[in-house]
């Protein structure tokens, strides 16, 4: 498992000239917004999330980018400010954790509203109480059901890329939307590693500027933005919002396209990326850096003669729900690990696990059993050993042993 | 002298209208909006608008002046207006601020003085979007102006107690009832001096009246003039929610400050000026007229008894005669007992 790094105090003075870096996956993202000459960032503390905005912060010192940086008095501020800035045109980068990014709920609800295109980072945090610092999905996936897009990533590299592309998806003309890209608190935010860092030239190619266009808040464009409708027009507003989420998956698969082409690297299936599944027998399925043990693991049992294969889902919204029921539907048993809870939820299960049913529901043609597995909570780490009896669950639902659909990986009496 | 790393900006030095015939006619707040009759704070959305001119962006943050004015295609507004969370005023405007001035220095937007106001309700402002505000009001280099129009309550909800609202104040939070005759017994927050006090390097702050309309224009202009982050309180008789014939709204603003409830004064650069009938009042030339001919004139104080109109006079006096800076900041060298009447 990867180790945690606090931020160096001294930051290496990284040149991005096609250049490889040890850094951490804040520190990629830092950078990546510099790449992208963000204008606005703002910036509050919480843990682990932060590291991000200390290291802009020392960025714009050195004269390295250019933006404005201010430090808010809250989230709720945080997210206000860029959620204006870009309706007046600027592109905007912000970010939070756990119970901060609920602190700014209410302006995380109004922004995909809004068709307004921010970018933000969360380090994934357990949620208060009892305050723990480590990796939770849930302060992210709070934001499901609301319009915003939602990835994970696993690696440093991957967060570099991704905050590339999500400014060229959100800014698309067809979404205008929110992006948020997640993190695993400690595990991906604290944790350094070589990161292939792309050139100013290339990103300019690949990353337009963003252009609100007849949406922009300004003097020589008189609009009124967001008035006051009740159940005359809602509808046809919510289906508006609506209607851009039926295109993102398009949108998305052109913009890895495009990256790939620039920057040559390569990504594959965006939504989901496959591991030693090709003549599994079952698969596990998870998001963010459980793919590092998980691949271990994967390997370890494969030389047991276990024949099962790791899926890492990469985009929870959209959730390419018939594509992903369409590749698991020739696995005899599924076992999916959720960093989260949904409380009360059908078969109290975890929230991807709850998702995936319902995809495979409607999706699959041959309805294989899905168990839920609910682990890494407040940043535990999930084992190799815990994966492989999570595997031996679901390789005894595929022989049609009954499994209970919700099982808690590592729980002590 | 040594660099302050502040980059203040130029604005658009609106110099004041000289009289009202030199008022322009056009206006940027015009039909559209469905605000109730004789609604003073939709008359300070009409007053600020003229006052700042077309090159300005206007937050307008949740309340009356968002419900009731933008309803989906009828809009009023003449220059750009976005809706605003009911406690992001004061973020709104940094946003569009810093997004303007960054825009314009990297050369993607014409670079000129564009007035930016985000305007609140004392619900708005002095409840949920004091924390926003006040931050906005620490930033030296982004110009933008805060507009607080104060109709002491949650006016288009149903008028509930804001931080605001007066002592004793009938809404529909504090009714009074058989056993409590007074169920909101807290005084109004003073909020023009917690920004002036609080907020050392802010450049101006004031207090307007819609029944000064000129004067609260020319105030605007000079807190849009003035450079940097700026905040205004402004107060809004409001018929509804005090509960008065429309026709009286004008005479309602007067008799605010006429009574010393409502001290007009603005604050530049730190240096206190009070004026119109606010500074007669603090130089002993017009005698302060008693409450009650306020309070009396509105439904929203119809359950005070005398015990209840005295000790309001009491506070307003004591407004006058013990506080160190009269009828602004409450401080006093010595303290005295505060004892509310009993119910």
């Known amino acids: 498992m990867a180790t945690l790094t606090m931020p160096v105090q001294e930051k290496k003075k990284v040149k991005i000239e096609d250049q490889e870096a040890l850094i951490t996956g804040a520190e990629a993202i830092a950078i990546a917004c510099k790449l992208a000459n963000v204008d606005v960032v703002t910036a509050y503390p919480i843990r682990p999330y932060d590291t991000v905005m200390q290291y802009i912060s020392q960025l714009v010192a050195d004269g390295e980018m250019d933006c404005e940086y201010i430090a808010a008095e809250g989230e709720h501020s945080q997210f206000e400010i860029v959620k204006h800035a870009s309706v007046c045109g600027a592109r905007v980068f912000c970010g939070s954790s756990g119970v901060g990014w609920m602190y700014a709920m209410e302006a995380l609800t109004v922004t995909p509203a809004l068709r307004v295109p921010m970018v933000a980072m969360v380090g994934n945090r357990a949620l208060d109480d009892p305050g723990a610092f480590g990796v939770e999905h849930n302060d992210a996936l709070a934001v499901r059901d609301l319009g915003w897009l939602l990835t994970w990533v696993d690696s440093a590299q991957e967060a570099l890329d991704t905050a590339l592309i999500a400014y060229r998806v959100a800014e698309d003309r067809r979404m205008f939307v929110p992006l948020a890209i997640s993190c695993d608190g400690a595990f991906l935010t604290h944790s350094q590693a070589l990161v292939k860092i792309p050139s100013a030239e290339q990103v300019k190619k690949f990353l337009p500027r963003y252009d609100r266009g007849d949406l922009l808040l300004h003097p020589d464009n008189v609009i009124s933005v967001a008035p006051q409708a009740n159940e005359d027009w809602v509808t046809e507003i919510r289906r508006q919002n609506y209607a851009v989420t039926e295109r993102a998956s398009d949108v998305i698969r052109e913009v890895y396209a495009e990256f790939e082409h620039i920057f040559g690297r390569k990504y594959g299936n965006p939504f989901f990326e496959e591991y030693m599944t090709k003549d599994a027998e079952v698969v596990l399925l998870g998001m963010g850096t459980l793919s590092t043990p998980a691949r271990v693991a994967i390997r370890k049992m494969r030389e047991e003669g276990k024949k099962v294969g790791f899926v890492r889902l990469r985009w929870f919204r959209p959730f390419a729900g018939p594509e992903i029921a369409k590749c698991l539907e020739r696995f005899k048993a599924i076992g999916v690990i959720d960093r989260d809870f949904s409380f009360g939820s059908p078969n109290l299960s975890g929230v991807v696990a709850t998702e995936l049913r319902s995809a495979m529901y409607t999706g699959s043609a041959t309805r294989p059993p899905v168990l839920g597995f609910i682990g890494g909570l407040g940043g535990r780490e999930i084992t190799v050993p815990d994966l492989e009896k999570v595997a031996d669950s679901v390789f005894d639902a595929a022989k049609g042993i009954a499994q209970p659909l919700t099982q808690w990986i590592g729980l002590r009496g | ?343």
């Open chain 2, 1 to 343: 002298m040594s660099t302050t790393f502040i980059d203040e900006k130029p604005t658009q030095n609106l110099e004041a209208f000289k009289g009202v015939k030199k008022v322009p006619h056009e206006e940027y707040y015009t039909s559209g909006h469905r605000t109730c009759q004789a609604c003073e704070s939709a008359q300070i959305m009409k007053l600020m608008a003229k006052a700042a001119g077309p090159r300005t962006i206007v937050l307008g943050s949740t309340g009356c002046m968002y419900v009731a004015n933008t309803s989906y295609y009828a809009t009023p507004w003449g220059i750009p207006w976005m809706h605003t969370q009911l406690g992001s005023s004061g973020s709104g405007a940094l946003g569009v601020a810093a997004a303007l001035r960054v825009q314009m220095r990297k050369g993607f937007m014409k670079d000129e003085p564009i007035n930016v106001i985000a305007f609140c309700g004392d619900g708005g402002g002095a409840d949920m979007g004091l924390g926003a505000i006040s931050a906005t009001m620490t930033h030296p280099d982004y110009n933008l102006l805060i507009l607080m129009y104060d109709n002491e309550s949650y006016a288009n909800t149903d008028i509930q107690i804001s931080g605001t609202s007066p002592y004793g104040v009938n809404t529909s939070f504090s009714t009074p009832g058989k056993v409590k005759r007074i169920m909101h017994h807290r005084w109004k927050k003073n909020v023009a001096p917690l920004m002036l006090v609080g907020h050392p390097t802010c450049k101006y702050v004031g207090t307007i009246s819609t029944s000064y309309p000129l004067q609260a224009m020319n105030n605007i202009r000079k807190a849009l003039s003035i450079g940097g982050p700026t905040f205004i309180h402004c107060l809004n008789p409001c018929p509804k929610g005090w509960d008065f014939d429309p026709v009286l709204s004008f005479e309602l603003g007067e008799l605010a400050v006429n009574t010393g409830i409502w001290p007009l004064y603005e604050v530049e650069n730190g240096k206190i000026k009070l004026y119109g009938k606010t500074e007669q009042i603090a130089n002993g030339r017009f005698k302060r007229l008693p409450v009650r001919d306020y309070l009396l004139k509105q439904g929203r104080f119809a359950h005070f008894v005398e015990d209840d109109i005295e000790y309001f006079q009491s506070k307003i006096d004591e407004m006058w005669n013990k506080w160190l800076v009269p009828g602004v900041i409450p401080l006093q060298k010595e303290l005295d007992a505060d004892v509310p009447p009993a119910n």
